[in-house]
């Protein structure tokens, strides 16, 4: 019997070891597709990117508006690195500056942070007007606080 259980606890090991090896290596597959698509910055109305700045956590690295076969998209350096906080959210504001807290109707959201550190990639909507937005903020939605931002330059 302890034999068959250590078969399985084995087989087990395997199975979790060769499938984390296969999922790290498709998402350095995907990395790299991208990085030899055709990608540009975004050149409408100007907008490039920016560097980030902390408001109530340390937040730094750079963030740049690409635009990829059609598709609009955000890009987080690989240096970015912010604290770790619930629900953090990936936010265009309508400021260039944003305060501690956010106003509903200030922002919109490109969805959950991936990771508190390192390159990231957020589709931005093609109904989303790019000139009505000034930053890129790291927001707390439960707590409605402001991680850090980074202004758009223009």
Aim: proline share 3%.
């Amino acid at each position: 019997m302890q034999r068959l259980s250590f078969t399985m606890v084995l087989a087990l090991l395997i199975g979790i070891t060769v499938s984390s090896h296969a999922f790290a290596s498709e998402k350095h597959e995907l990395s790299s597709i991208s990085k030899k698509s055709n990608v540009s910055l975004l050149g409408t109305k100007g907008v490039t990117g920016g560097q980030f700045v902390g408001v109530d956590h340390p937040t730094q690295g750079q963030v740049k508006i690409v635009e990829e076969d059609g598709v609009k998209y955000l890009e987080i350096s690989e240096d970015f690195k912010t604290d770790s906080g619930p629900d953090l959210k990936v936010i265009l504001h309508n400021s260039n500056t944003v305060e501690m807290t956010v106003q509903e109707g200030d922002y919109i959201s490109l969805g959950a942070l991936e990771s508190f550190n390192g390159s990231q990639r957020y589709a931005i909507p093609n109904e989303v007007e790019l000139d009505q937005y000034q930053s890129v903020a790291i927001w707390c939605e439960e707590f409605n606080v402001t991680f850090g931002y980074a202004p758009l330059a223009r």
